[in-house]
């Protein structure tokens, strides 16, 4: 009898150069879907499995590892955050997991700087005045924003994406850096960073970036009382996860005023439904997570992610192990 092929389910479309290579070695099922499968399909299809290409929104968690069964041997999630798999499960039961670091890095921290620029100068709202044809003409004191040279940036989580941001606007702007984390960090070209606690951050930033993992201790970090503790005239990003922030709290505080804007690429849920009061507010830009999305990064996150489920399958170290 030849030795079956092992069997992975995919449980959307990705870039397809590097799942070609995937299919060449395992039998994949790729779940057809614009959409993510749902629970009762991601629990059907991964049954029987040896890995699972996941997304991050496909919760891969204990009833998950339950319905593959014992074989599983790897899941390969396409995203640098792994917010939604149960590390702790996948440990007990001997699953690898495997994430794509590094290549997102820039893309991401692109899009942190220009949420953080459209907050500042309003550019989604002043452009929709364009397009519906509100504007009349060069106005004074029309659309003012304010300035990013020399100002104080805060990050909240100085890793790799945090790091990047600050070297972009430290460099290109020259803003004073403040940063809050767990430990001390010496970032080459950020030896001038100074590290302060959460509170004094908000307190002291005139833009705040927020790069921090989701997990139970994150979950709702930037409440009400954080909130009031930001300027007023201070701008809000988020490029990590919609949960870090309690999101009451934002719409109440941009309706005060305080923080002057926000620019999220993130929410929880996502997307947000259409007449939620943060994706009305004017003084709030919302994109639909697309922190990675250019094709070179789409693409080299596809390649890791099949380099480590290959790996998990002939039951050597992941190329990016999560744990
Ligand atoms: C996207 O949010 C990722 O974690 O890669």
């Given at each position: 009898m030849p030795e079956r092929l092992p069997r992975i389910f995919v449980t959307r479309q990705i870039p397809p150069t590097h799942l070609q290579r995937l299919q060449r070695e395992a039998d994949c099922v790729i779940?057809?879907?614009?959409l993510p499968p749902s629970r009762a399909d991601l629990l059907a299809g991964v049954a029987g499995c040896d890995g699972i290409l996941s997304?991050?929104?496909?919760?891969?968690d204990a009833a998950v590892f339950e319905a593959a069964g014992p074989q599983l041997k790897v899941v390969s999630n396409y995203a640098v955050g792994v917010n939604n798999i149960d590390l702790a499960e996948a440990a007990r039961r001997g699953v690898a997991v495997g994430n794509t670091p590094d290549v997102l890095t820039d893309a991401t921290a692109d899009i942190a700087v220009a949420l953080l620029l459209a907050a500042a100068r309003r550019l989604q709202a002043s452009g929709d005045s364009v397009r519906q044809g509100e504007w009349k003409t060069w106005e004074p004191t029309g659309w003012l924003g304010c300035d990013l040279v020399g100002r104080t940036l805060g990050i909240v989580g100085l890793g790799r994406i945090g790091a990047a941001v600050a070297r972009r606007l430290v460099g290109g702007w020259g803003m004073r850096l403040l940063y809050s984390s767990r430990s001390d960090k010496r970032i080459e070209g950020l030896e001038t960073a100074r590290r302060v606690t959460l509170d004094e951050l908000l307190a002291e930033s005139d833009f705040v970036s927020l790069h921090t993992d989701l997990t139970e201790e994150t979950r709702g970090l930037i409440d009400a009382r954080r909130l009031a503790?930001?300027?007023?005239?201070a701008v809000l990003v988020n490029?990590?996860?919609?949960?870090?922030?309690d999101q009451s709290a934002l719409v109440e505080a941009l309706r005060g005023g305080r923080p002057l804007a926000a620019g999220l690429d993130v929410t929880d849920p996502e997307p947000l439904p259409p007449d939620h009061p943060l994706v009305t507010l004017p003084n709030c830009i919302i994109l639909p997570h697309i922190g990675s999305a250019t094709v070179a990064t789409r693409d080299a996150m596809a390649e890791i992610c099949v380099d480590n489920l290959l790996a998990g399958l002939a039951g050597q170290p992941l190329r990016c192990p999560c744990s």
């Open positions: 779940w057809p879907g614009q997304l991050i929104s496909d919760r891969i503790l930001m300027k007023p005239t490029t990590s996860r919609g949960g870090v922030i």
